[in-house]
């Protein structure tokens, strides 16, 4: 594997780990906002926690935007593009793991 390659693959790598990390980010923000299910109103420091938690989201949603085509670009670099999935012969989606038939 050439020295190219290899940086290809630890860049991949790294945008993995960061898309790991905004996705934790994201679905933290979204559990805050189950703080706010079913009220009708709110208190001044509720409301204030709600700003907070709107930036939150705002600030993890804005990670797909910068991480996301930085991962797809070296993806397609290295050759791997989205397509059709193909299984062995006699293999589908479901019996991957299966012992040989």
């Not at 906002?33 to 009708?40: I, L, P, V």
Request: aromatic share 8%; glycine share 10%.
């Amino acid at each position: 594997m050439s020295v190219d390659e290899r940086l290809a693959y630890a860049e991949i790598y790294e945008n993995l780990a960061n898309q790991k990390e905004i996705n934790n980010g994201q679905r933290a923000a979204w559990l805050a906002f189950g703080r706010y299910a079913g009220k009708t109103r709110l208190t001044p420091d509720e409301a204030r926690r709600l700003k907070e938690d709107v930036g939150t989201a705002r600030g993890a949603a804005s990670g797909y935007r910068f991480n996301t085509p930085g991962l797809q670009d070296r993806l397609i670099r290295l050759g791997a593009v989205p397509g059709k999935i193909t299984y062995p012969p006699g293999r589908g989606a479901n019996d991957l793991c299966d012992p040989p038939k």
